[in-house]
């Protein structure tokens, strides 16, 4: 794989700083059951990355003195970490909003089948990757058999009230490009979305999120493969919005790895680039408890434009109205 980095380092992206930290996003490891084209974490069935269980009663701790309001937890799989569940009832216990970023196709893994139902009942969250609404462009991008699968489990969340008026369980799709292009404007698509879904399945969605591929990892690698990398960036830089700055997610959101160390966004976490503060090289959630992180600047590199073009992108999806 080709690296990314030394091609983003030489940026003139704005200077940001961060704000109060709202949501604590914690990627749990790179084990996954799928191994998709656009993957980038570069996730997959063999690696072994994960989690400990001493980690995560740090997560939990910081959690608390923090004072963050959402945990969004990622991976790889994050329901295949043995400490998933403990994560999600400690956050609920402490009456905080849970986020699981679910790849559907986990919930037919073995030793998951009562994943959906564990879910449910702690009101968690879900949102989960369909990079189209066709078989074909799903199954090319995440894998043969993945867009029957992720039906089904849209079905059985369906079933369990996901997605279904005065519920309170939500289930948010994400979109993402198949190429080197920025995704379309989210609400037409999301009307898309839904009719089709609706009318061959049956199955319904809160909320659409599109989201424009990062130059990083796989994906960046298969530009750089390509000899499309520079223009992807210009497309990027072209696209910028300086109105998409003030709601850029490392604003008010903090990544951590499976290892317990701290990041402005997954992104730079996958980049190797650490939350920088008081000139450490790196923090770890240990010495973060006592840690005011608001208005600490933020580490920007070249890739930030893929999350200012056009519409913007985030986690929660296009940043515009
Ligand atoms: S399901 Fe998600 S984490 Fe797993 S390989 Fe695909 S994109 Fe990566
Ligand atoms: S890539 Fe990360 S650090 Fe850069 S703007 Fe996006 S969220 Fe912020």
């Not at 700083?17 to 063999?46: D, F, I, K, S």
């Not at 004072?67 to 295949?80: F, H, K, S, V």
């Not at 867009?147 to 369906?158: D, Q």
């Not at 701290?262 to 790196?282: I, S």
Request: proline share 5%.
């Amino acid at each position: 794989m080709h690296a990314t980095l030394p091609l983003l380092v030489d940026t003139n992206f704005p200077p940001i700083a961060r704000r109060r930290l709202e949501t604590l996003q914690v990627n749990v490891g790179y084990v996954c059951n799928q191994a998709c084209l656009h993957c980038h974490v570069n996730a997959g069935p063999t690696r072994t990355e994960t989690m400990t269980r001493e980690t995560a009663d740090q997560v939990l701790e910081y959690l608390a003195a923090s004072g963050a309001t959402t945990l969004d937890i990622t991976g790889g799989a994050p329901e295949l970490n043995p400490n998933f569940r403990h994560l999600v009832l400690g956050a609920r216990m402490r009456g905080v909003k849970v986020i699981d970023r679910c790849n559907l196709t986990v919930l037919f893994e073995s030793g998951q089948a009562d994943l959906a139902r564990f879910l449910a009942a702690e009101g968690v969250e879900i949102v989960a990757s369909l990079p189209c609404y066709t078989e074909e462009l799903v199954d090319r991008q995440r894998g043969a058999g993945v867009y029957e699968k992720s039906v089904a489990a849209i079905r059985e969340l369906n079933a369990l009230g996901y997605g279904r008026e005065g519920s309170g369980l939500t289930i948010d799709l994400v979109y993402n490009p198949q190429g080197p292009s920025l995704p379309p404007p989210q609400a037409p698509l999301e009307q898309d979305y839904k009719r089709v879904l609706g009318e061959k399945f049956g199955i319904v969605f809160n909320r659409l999120f599109t989201l424009a591929n990062m130059p990083i990892q796989r994906f960046g690698s298969t530009l750089v493969t390509k000899g499309q990398f520079n223009d992807y960036m210009k497309l990027l830089r072209g696209a910028h919005s300086d109105a998409n700055l003030d709601s850029v997610m490392c604003r008010s959101l903090v990544s951590v790895d499976w290892l317990g160390y701290l990041y402005d966004c997954d992104f730079n976490q996958m980049l190797g680039l650490p939350l920088r503060v008081a000139g450490r090289p790196r923090l770890h959630l240990k010495d973060a408890m006592a840690r005011e992180l608001d208005g600490n600047p933020i580490v920007v590199r070249d890739h930030c434009f893929g999350c200012t073009a056009g519409q913007g992108s985030s986690c929660g999806g296009a940043l515009a109205g």
